[in-house]
């Protein structure tokens, strides 16, 4: 009866289910997996150390060299050059050998003596007047690759003194030469002189600067001596630094004006990937345009070979050299853009207007928006010339267009589509606390800007047909009209700008919603957009935020129409309440999450079920239905209470969803995409794979991210498929076109009218009364003072028991048909007929209300009647 034997025998049981056999097989890979990842993490630190010690030794030897040649050449040429003559510069002389070898800006004799290197080269070429003799003697041919390359270093050498010793150069940075010789002066003033466009190696130098990535030193150089330039009067006096700018934007410009004239030429070249709609590629059915027939485009080896020469480092580089001397951030808004300016502006803008419709977006888009500062130097210059109403003045600097048509289209031309890309993988956080890419402040006045060219070019000035959805091959056969092209191609881009600013207001409000409607919207216009292919319609379609929302919802009241199974426009029903009370039910049921076809955000938002499946067979059928259904109450003019995400409704859209639109879906997930995003450490240490789990109804299963893995076929096809079909039921009333006259955020308000409850006041405003009453009555007093006292709920469950919908309609109760009335109930003010609930008759939008004695009475009462839930019993 007492227990015995060893109890270290005992059997042990794993809880989780697993054998002893597979405990120790798992220990065993976990083991393995351990001793593997350390000695990796042993070879990389012995790999790094290598690597580290081959370095330190290489570079020991080169300083080595270095102190012996520097001190060999102050032995032989001076502490100050004062043993150099004009022999020094010749290609067999070891002085600009050797000093070009040694120098280092860090160090002060070797500063001074590239200082009065140029200061002996200014003094030998005046002498002269001939300094292509002084640096390659008498045939410049037999050494001029000697030559060339003596001369790029010494341009750059010049640059990078002053850039490196900025801070200590401060009060020179913007003299002029006339004023002094000061090392600043002396230094910008060789790299003039080697320059200049006449001599034989002057290209070459530009373009080994610009390998050298030469114009950020100028950007930093131009930032350091900004400020203090103000304090000097140099009005009307050009400063060495400004020089050198000038003769190195000239080259830049004139290379840009060639090669946007030969681009021009060409016919657009074919994404590598998906198309973009912003490219206009041409479809093969669209070929013919009039009589013409349009070549399908270039041999595609030549396409290869003209997009890798214009890839993403020349793209930087050019932009660098074209904006090098402007600065994004500093100086007033209130200063005119200056000449030169304006010239190097008009000449990037050109050249990246064309790029944009000849290259496929991905060679050119991601470069000009992260590794360029294409979007703030763009922004500043467009922000004077709007604030200085400068815009008619640019027009003859920029020689691309004709001197008549509006300053701001090319900017807006490259820009808007640069910018929308960055706003793309822009955070909330980025966009309306750290105010990236750009302040609030200066998006306000973009969306004026944006707001006033798109009503010039598709109201006020017209030139393009008023069909703004051209065809491909239409927008191609423009390509022989610059100024239409171009017209074509900003109200296009501001308008998807503005649209997609404008989804950012909605998330955050920034900006008065008004500030995105056109000036001119009238009563004329108005009556325009209610006709069939007139330019209003048009406007109406592809730029609705110009107009206001109250008065499209009035023109979507008139317009759409339903076609029944025998093709006959069917007239609109008013009233019905009966078909109100239906349609509000099932939508109700069918929308509920515990249906199994919708799911809810965090936020209680709905969007499609991804194990709808699970749930019922025939679900494509049913949300197809449910399509139907929606679009049937938005044609009727029924608001149903459904709040459905956002990135649902853009699907209703047809639009595709971007960064921002994720935490409407899972806040979670994007809070960790976002710490990935902003991660500066090796992402490797955090062990992430692209592999995540699913679980629906209890079924837990790991799916692939990887292209062509399980959950592209499970979870991203399966909610496009439903919502694909949902789609298809709602546009068989409702034409897309009609939907894109309202964002999200105005589709939920026209599906669910607003969260705010209705204006009691309004309503009183707009009731009628029969049976005796009036809207002085004691009792009609007393029912205006108690529903006004009604929580939000208890007033929509009121509005729900006399029309037979929740919310009013959208635009006020003066558009409700009928109008609410009160009617005083049938019989006698005896005790019984006191007892008696209201009742209501929602096909007539009416409330049949006894004459209560107080207010008390009355309130017991109505609340009675409208939480009974009785439906149709009471009325």
Request: hydrophobic letters at 40%; a negative charge.
């Given at each position: ?14 809880l ?23 000695r990796h ?10 690597k ?21 050449f102050?032995?032989t ?40 290197t140029?200061?002996?080269?200014q003094?030998?070429?005046r ?15 037999s ?11 010494l ?5 990078w ?7 200590q150069l ?38 080994y ?11 930093e ?17 050009i400063s ?33 990937n998906?198309?973009?709609k ?14 013409e027939?349009?070549?399908k485009?270039l041999n ?9 020469a ?50 496929p977006?991905?060679h ?8 360029t ?15 200085n109403?400068k815009?008619?003045a ?52 973009l ?27 239409d ?6 009209h ?35 409607h ?7 216009f ?33 317009r ?12 609109g ?20 999450v ?12 709905l969007?499609?079920?991804?194990g ?5 067979e025939?679900h494509?059928?049913y ?8 679009a ?26 971007y960064?921002?639109?994720l ?79 309202f ?5 939920q ?13 309004d ?8 049976g ?22 208890n007033q ?18 003066r ?9 005083r ?16 008759a ?15 009475q009355?309130e ?16």
């Amino acid at each position: 009866m007492f227990f015995s034997g060893d109890s270290s025998a005992r059997k042990r049981v794993d809880l989780g289910g697993r054998s002893s056999k597979e405990r120790d097989r798992q220990k065993l890979l976990e083991q393995t997996r351990l001793e593997r990842n350390r000695r990796h993490w042993v070879r990389s630190q012995n790999s790094a150390a290598i690597k580290i010690q081959k370095c330190f030794r290489g570079r020991k030897a080169v300083e080595a060299e270095h102190l012996r040649v520097r001190g060999q050449f102050f032995m032989t040429y001076g502490k100050h050059c004062q043993h150099v003559d004009r022999r020094c510069f010749r290609p067999d002389s070891d002085f600009l050998r050797q000093l070009l070898f040694f120098f280092n800006p860090r160090n002060h004799a070797d500063f001074s003596a590239l200082v009065e290197t140029c200061r002996l080269l200014q003094q030998f070429v005046r002498e002269s007047g001939d300094i292509l003799s002084l640096f390659a003697g008498i045939d410049y041919s037999s050494s001029s690759a000697l030559v060339d390359y003596r001369m790029k270093q010494l341009a750059y050498s010049c640059i990078w003194a002053v850039h490196h010793n900025r801070n200590q150069l401060l009060d020179q940075l913007f003299l002029t030469s006339h004023k002094s010789s000061t090392p600043t002066i002396l230094l910008l003033e060789a790299v003039v002189m080697l320059i200049d466009p006449r001599l034989p190696w002057s290209c070459k130098i530009v373009g080994y600067l610009l390998q050298r990535n030469t114009y950020n030193l100028f950007r930093e150089i131009i930032l350091t001596g900004k400020e203090r330039t103000r304090l000097q009067d140099s009005v009307g006096k050009i400063s060495s630094l400004e020089s050198v700018l000038a003769l190195l934007i000239s080259h830049a410009i004139d290379f840009a004006a060639v090669a946007t004239f030969l681009l021009e030429a060409l016919p657009p070249i074919q994404a590598s990937n998906r198309e973009s709609k912003e490219n206009f590629l041409v479809d093969e059915d669209e070929m013919m345009v009039g009589d013409e027939e349009i070549d399908k485009g270039l041999n595609r080896d030549l396409e290869l070979q003209i997009s890798n020469a214009i890839d993403a480092r020349f793209l930087l580089q050019l932009t660098s050299v074209l904006f090098g001397g402007i600065s994004p951030v500093n100086g007033s808004h209130k200063e005119r853009p200056h000449g030169e300016e304006v010239v190097a502006v008009g000449a990037a803008c050109a050249f990246l207007h064309v790029t944009l419709n000849i290259l496929p977006l991905e060679h050119t888009m991601t470069v000009l928006a992260y590794r360029t500062e294409l979007v703030p130097v763009l922004w500043k210059f467009m922000k004077q010339c709007h604030e200085n109403q400068k815009w008619s003045a640019l027009s003859g600097h920029l020689t691309y267009l004709p001197a008549d048509a509006p300053g701001w289209l090319l900017p807006l031309s490259v820009f808007c589509p640069v910018y929308k890309h960055m706003l793309t993988i822009v955070d909330n956080e980025e966009f309306y606390e750290q105010e990236k890419p750009l302040s609030l402040k200066d998006i306000k006045c973009l969306i004026v800007i944006l707001r006033q060219a798109l009503w010039q070019l598709l109201w006020v000035n017209p030139v393009a047909s008023p069909n703004l959805s051209k065809s491909n091959a239409d927008v191609f056969s423009l390509k022989g009209h610059p100024l239409e092209f171009i017209q074509h191609r900003v109200s296009t881009v501001a308008s998807d700008l503005l649209s997609q600013l404008q989804d950012w207001n909605n998330r955050r409000q920034f900006t008065p919603p008004s500030d995105f409607h056109a000036d001119g919207v009238n009563d004329h216009f108005i009556s325009q957009a209610m006709m069939e292919n007139s330019r209003a319609h048009e406007i109406l379609q592809h730029a609705p935020f110009l107009v206001p929302f109250t008065s499209r919802v009035k023109i979507f009241a008139i317009r759409v129409t339903f076609v029944n199974e025998f093709g006959v426009e069917e007239a609109g029903i008013d009233g019905g309440g009966i078909f109100k009370d239906f349609m509000e039910n099932i939508t109700r049921a069918a929308f509920d999450v515990q249906y199994g076809l919708f799911k809810e955000t965090a936020d209680h938002l709905l969007y499609p079920n991804p194990g709808s499946l699970m749930v019922h067979e025939q679900h494509l059928q049913y949300f197809h239905f449910l399509g139907t259904v929606l679009a049937k109450a938005m044609f009727e003019g029924i608001l149903v209470d459904i709040p459905f995400a956002t990135f649902f409704l853009s699907k209703l859209k047809q639009k595709y969803n971007y960064l921002n639109d994720l935490p409407s879906l899972d806040p979670e997930l994007y809070r960790h995409l976002i710490f990935l995003k902003r991660y500066e450490g090796d992402i490797a240490e955090l062990e992430l794979y692209f592999v995540i789990e699913n679980n629906e109804y209890g079924e837990q299963t790991e799916e692939e991210l990887l292209p062509g893995g399980k959950s592209t076929r499970v979870t991203n096809e399966t909610i496009r498929q439903q919502s694909s079909y949902f789609l298809r039921g709602f546009q068989q009333l409702i034409q897309k076109d009609w939907i894109d006259m309202f964002n999200e955020h105005e589709l939920q308000l026209l599906i669910a009218g607003s969260m705010e409850g209705f204006d009691v006041k309004d309503l009183r405003a707009h009731t009628n009364y029969a049976g005796g009453y009036h809207s002085d009555h004691y009792v009609i007093d007393m029912f205006w003072a108690v529903l006004s006292n009604f929580s939000r709920e208890n007033q929509m469950k009121f509005l729900k028991f006399v029309t037979g919908c929740s919310r009013g309609p959208l635009l006020g109760f003066r558009y409700l048909e009928p109008l609410f009335c009160i009617q005083r109930a049938a019989g006698n003010a005896s005790e019984e007929a006191l007892d008696r609930l209201p009742t209501s008759a929602t096909c007539m939008n009416l409330l049949k209300l006894p004459p209560y004695r107080s207010k008390e009475q009355l309130e017991q009462k109505l609340l009675y009647a409208i939480n009974a839930d009785a439906g149709f019993d009471l009325s």
